[in-house]
C-alpha cells in the first residue's frame, strides 16, 4: 500500500512537472506559431486566417455548414484573443442532422465552444492553474463559467453540443459530467483537439477525442496515471507530418481538412457498421445567434457580449498579403477567404467610381454653364443684328415718302406748262 501510495505521488508530480513545463510553451503560441523574428506581424499562418475568415462571417451573422471535425475545430479557436476579444466561451444556435438505423434525424441545437489556455489576457480563467485543477478533474473557474454560460443563454431541456481546443476540451468533458447541466439539458455529443481524457466515466453523450500523432498535450491529465489504458486508446490519432513539433501540430494540426476531414463535424470518422453509414453529422450554424462570454477570475456571473475583431478586414487582407509574400500561404488559398478579401477590393473600385462620377458631374456643369454663355452671346448678337436691320427699313421708308413728294412736284409743274 506505501509502494503504491508513492508510486502514485511521483506520477502527479511527474504529470504537474510537464503540465507547468509543456503548457506554457503552448499558451504563449496561443493560437499561431511563430511570432517575432523574421515574422512582425501575429497573424502570417493559413490557419490564422482561416480563423479570421470565420471571424467576420460571425460578425456578419452568416449562416454556414461545418461538414467536417476541421471546421469545428476553427470554432473552438475564434475564442482565442489572438482573433477577438470578446471572451473564450461562444455559444451558436444551430440545426444537425444525421443518420441513424433508423433513418435520418434533424435536431435543433446550441453549439457550446470553448478554446484553451492562454495567457495574454488579463485575470482570465485560461492559465495554468486551470490546466492543473481540470487535469486532476478539479472543479475550477473556467469550467464555473461555462456552466453559468449555459444556463444564462441555453433554454432548459434544449441538445447541446460541446468543442473544445486544448483546455478547453478539457472543461467540455467536464461540463458534460456535471450533474446539474445532465439533469437539465439533453449533450448530444462532445468534440475535443488536443485534450486528455477527462471524468471519463461520468460523461453524458458521444464523447470523441481527436489528438494529431506529435501532439503531446492529449495525455496530461490524471487519468494516464489511473487509467493509462483509457487515455492513450480513446484518442482518434491522425499524422500532420510534424515529426513530433508537440507545439506546432497542438496550434495547427486540428484546422487542417487534409487532416481532419474525414471526421465528422462531432468527431466521428466517416465509415459504416452494419450497413448505416458513420460519421454523418452536418451542422448549419446561424452567425447572427452567436454570443461569446468573458471568464474572468472572482465572477459570479458571466457577461455577454458580441464578437469584436482584433483586426479590420482591410488590416487582416495587407497581413495576408505578407504571408504569401513570406511564403507562409498561397495565392489560391488567399483567394479563398473571401470576407476580408473582397471588402479590400471594393474600396479602392468604390473610391475610383466616386471620383469618376464627381469629375463627370463638374465637366457636365462646365459644359452647361459655357453653353449657356454661348446662348447668351447669341441672343446678344441676334439683338444687335435685328436693330440695323430696322433702321434700313425706316431709311427705306423715308425714301419712298421722298420719291412720292418729288412725282407730286413733277405733276404740277407739268400742268402750269400746259395751261
Not at 119 to 135: A, F, Y
Not at 184 to 200: D, M, Q
Not at 366 to 394: C, G, R, Y
Not at 403 to 416: F, G, K, L
Request: aromatic share 8%; charged share 25%.
Amino acid at each position: 500500500m506505501i509502494m503504491r501510495k508513492r508510486v502514485l505521488r511521483t506520477l502527479a508530480a511527474a504529470l504537474v512537472a510537464s503540465t507547468i513545463l509543456v503548457n506554457p510553451i503552448v499558451s504563449e503560441a496561443g493560437s499561431i506559431l511563430p511570432s517575432g523574428g523574421d515574422t512582425n506581424y501575429i497573424l502570417h499562418t493559413e490557419t490564422d486566417f482561416k480563423i479570421m475568415d470565420m471571424v467576420y462571417k460571425m460578425q456578419n451573422g452568416e449562416t454556414v455548414t461545418m461538414e467536417n471535425a476541421a471546421q469545428m475545430a476553427t470554432l473552438t479557436k475564434v475564442g482565442y484573443a489572438d482573433y477577438q476579444t470578446a471572451g473564450p466561451i461562444s455559444i451558436t444556435e444551430g440545426r444537425m442532422t444525421y443518420k441513424t438505423y433508423w433513418g435520418s434525424e434533424d435536431k435543433e441545437v446550441y453549439v457550446v465552444a470553448l478554446s484553451g489556455t492562454e495567457t495574454i489576457v488579463e485575470n482570465q480563467t485560461t492559465t495554468v492553474k486551470e490546466d492543473l485543477l481540470s487535469g486532476f478533474e478539479l472543479s475550477n473557474e473556467y469550467e464555473l463559467n461555462a456552466k453559468n454560460a449555459i444556463i444564462d443563454r441555453i433554454p432548459a431541456g434544449s441538445n447541446i453540443i460541446l468543442a473544445g481546443h486544448s483546455l478547453g476540451g478539457m472543461v467540455a468533458q467536464q461540463v458534460a459530467a456535471d450533474k446539474y447541466i445532465k439533469d437539465n439539458y439533453e449533450i448530444l455529443n462532445t468534440v475535443t483537439f488536443g485534450s486528455p481524457l477527462i471524468k471519463g466515466f461520468t460523461r453524458e453523450g458521444m464523447v470523441k477525442r481527436l489528438g494529431d500523432t506529435s501532439d503531446k498535450n492529449p495525455f496530461y491529465s490524471i487519468s494516464s496515471v489511473l487509467n493509462i489504458v483509457w487515455q492513450y486508446a480513446g484518442v482518434n490519432h491522425e499524422d500532420g507530418g510534424y515529426n513530433g513539433d508537440s507545439a506546432t501540430a497542438h496550434c495547427d494540426s486540428y484546422l487542417r481538412e487534409d487532416v481532419w476531414g474525414s471526421y465528422d463535424c462531432a468527431g466521428e470518422k466517416r465509415g459504416s457498421i452494419l450497413g448505416v453509414e458513420t460519421g454523418s453529422r452536418m451542422l448549419t450554424l446561424n452567425f447572427a445567434t452567436t454570443s461569446f462570454y468573458t471568464s474572468l477570475y472572482g465572477t459570479t456571473s458571466v457577461a455577454r457580449s458580441s464578437i469584436l475583431p482584433t483586426k479590420t478586414t482591410a488590416e487582416c487582407y495587407d497581413l495576408a498579403k505578407n504571408a504569401v509574400a513570406d511564403g507562409y500561404m498561397s495565392e489560391d488559398v488567399l483567394g479563398k477567404f473571401t470576407t476580408f478579401a473582397q471588402v479590400t477590393d471594393e474600396d479602392p473600385v468604390e473610391l475610383e467610381v466616386s471620383e469618376e462620377m464627381e469629375s463627370d458631374a463638374e465637366l457636365l456643369e462646365a459644359e452647361t454653364t459655357e453653353n449657356d454663355s454661348i446662348d447668351e452671346d447669341a441672343v446678344v448678337e441676334e439683338a444687335i443684328d435685328a436693330e440695323p436691320t430696322e433702321t434700313v427699313v425706316a431709311e427705306v421708308i423715308d425714301a419712298e415718302a421722298d420719291d412720292t413728294v418729288v412725282v407730286e412736284d413733277e405733276i404740277v409743274e407739268t400742268e402750269a406748262v400746259v395751261e
